[in-house]
C-alpha cells in the first residue's frame, strides 16, 4: 500500500472488554513497531517486530497488553480486559530492514487508533 | 536508559517569522541520530529532519534546519518564513545505532501555533 493503515481509527470501549488494534504496514517492511501516545505525552515504545518474531516487547505496561503479527505482515495489538489508564492513541510504524549496521532505517508512522475507554 | 527533554511545551510565531524549538537529550552512546517529527491533528507523524550525531555538519531541509551541538546534548529546530501549515506539534526523538532496528524515544512535544 501507500503507506502505514490502521484500523479503527477511533474506538470506545467500556472498562474490562478486550479490544484488538490492526496495523497495516508498507508492503515489504521487515520491522514493525508500536508506541503508545497519552494525550499531551510523546509516543513511547511498546514492542518491536523483525518479520514474525517478536523481539522486544520491553514496553508492554502489563499482561494485558499483546501483540502479534503471525505472518510478518499485518499486527495486532490486543488489550484484554481494558483500563482507563489504557486510553490513548496507539501508533504503529513499519521500517525496512534491518540490512546493514548503522544503516538509518526510517520509521513510517500510521495514522493512529485513538483508543477511550470509558 | 534514554531520555529527550523539550522544556517548551507551548511556542508562538507570527507568520513569516522564525521560531526555534529547544531540545536536550541524555545518552550514554556516542552514534545515534536525532529527528524532528511533526504530528498535526490528523496524528499522522511526519518525519521534518534527521541528523547523525556523527555529522558535525548541521541538516537541512528547506525552510527547517537544526543546531546539532554534541557535547551539550542539545538539538535545535529553526523554522524560518514560518508558515500557517507548521501549527502543529513537534517532537524530538533519539534513536540509538545498533545492528537492527531500535525504538525511537519521544520528547514530551512543543505546541506550535502560528499567528496569520
Known amino acids: 500500500g501507500a503507506g502505514v493503515s490502521q484500523s479503527p481509527r477511533y474506538k470506545v470501549a467500556k472498562r474490562g472488554q478486550d479490544v484488538a488494534l490492526r496495523c497495516d504496514p508498507i508492503s515489504g517492511h521487515v520491522s514493525l513497531f508500536w508506541y503508545q501516545q497519552a494525550l499531551g505525552q510523546g509516543p513511547e515504545f511498546l514492542t518491536y517486530?523483525?518479520?514474525?518474531?517478536?523481539?522486544?516487547k520491553s514496553g508492554l505496561p502489563s499482561d494485558r497488553f499483546f501483540a502479534e503479527r503471525p505472518e510478518g505482515s499485518v499486527s495486532t495489538l490486543k488489550i484484554q480486559r481494558t483500563q482507563q489508564e489504557d486510553s490513548a492513541v496507539y501508533l504503529c510504524?513499519?521500517?525496512?530492514?534491518?540490512?546493514?549496521?548503522?544503516?538509518?532505517?526510517?520509521?513510517?508512522f500510521g495514522p493512529g487508533t485513538r483508543l477511550t475507554v470509558t | 536508559a534514554q531520555t529527550v527533554t523539550q522544556s517548551q511545551p507551548e511556542m508562538s510565531v507570527q507568520e513569516a517569522e522564525t521560531v526555534t524549538l529547544s531540545c536536550t537529550y541524555d545518552t550514554s552512546e556516542s552514534d545515534y541520530y536525532l529527528f524532528w517529527y511533526k504530528q498535526p491533528p490528523s496524528r499522522q507523524m511526519i518525519l521534518v529532519i534527521r541528523?547523525?550525531?556523527?555529522?558535525?555538519q548541521n541538516a537541512t531541509e528547506n525552510r527547517f534546519s537544526v543546531n546539532f551541538q554534541k557535547a551539550a546534548k542539545s538539538f535545535s529546530l529553526k523554522i524560518s518564513d514560518s508558515q500557517l501549515g507548521d501549527a502543529a506539534m513537534y517532537f524530538c526523538a533519539y534513536r540509538a545505532q545498533f545492528s537492527g532496528n531500535t525504538p525511537l524515544v519521544f520528547g514530551k512535544g512543543t505546541r506550535l501555533s502560528v499567528i496569520a
Open positions: 510504524a513499519s521500517s525496512t530492514g534491518p540490512r546493514a549496521w548503522g544503516k538509518m532505517y526510517e520509521q513510517y
Open positions: 541528523q547523525e550525531a556523527y555529522k558535525q
Open positions: 517486530f523483525q518479520n514474525e518474531a517478536q523481539l522486544d
